[in-house]
């Protein structure tokens, strides 16, 4: 799968992340990611896994894990990007929150609102 709106590189800071290799304006869709459904009989055994880390909440007990480029998108409290869990259709839809300019690393607010800055699992680089 190769994305029209963004390259994965090193960010020199926590790994891999998502640039714009151009401009994006606010309320584009940035990627639909399928995903495989974590019923909620497993989740206790994802938990004991590297993918404890790359789960998204799907409905009110069970867990997703994203494909396609849905896992590579950095936190911050600070996100150009949102997304959307459509449960039909088996999708999450990252979106543009505000422009972002060419160059720019996209990133979401793991909490999943934009502007909720709970703490997470791990130490927030800003």
Not at 25 to 37: Q, R, Y
Not at 43 to 72: C, M, P, Q
Request: charged fraction near 25%; include cysteine; charge should be negative.
């Amino acid at each position: 799968m190769v994305s029209n709106s963004f390259k994965i590189k090193d960010t020199q800071k926590y790994g891999r992340g998502a640039f714009a290799i151009c401009d994006i304006k606010k309320g584009e869709i940035i990627e639909a990611s399928p995903v495989i459904v974590i019923p909620k009989e497993e989740v206790e055994h994802l938990n004991k896994t590297i993918l404890s880390d790359y789960w998204f909440y799907w409905g009110e007990e069970e867990r997703a894990i994203a494909l396609g480029y849905g896992s590579i998108f950095n936190h911050s409290y600070t996100p150009n990007a949102s997304f959307y869990c459509y449960l039909p259709n088996l999708t999450i839809y990252f979106y543009a929150i505000r422009d972002i300019k060419n160059g720019e690393e996209i990133t979401t607010n793991y909490n999943g609102d934009p502007n909720d800055r709970s703490p997470l699992w791990f130490d927030v680089i800003e």
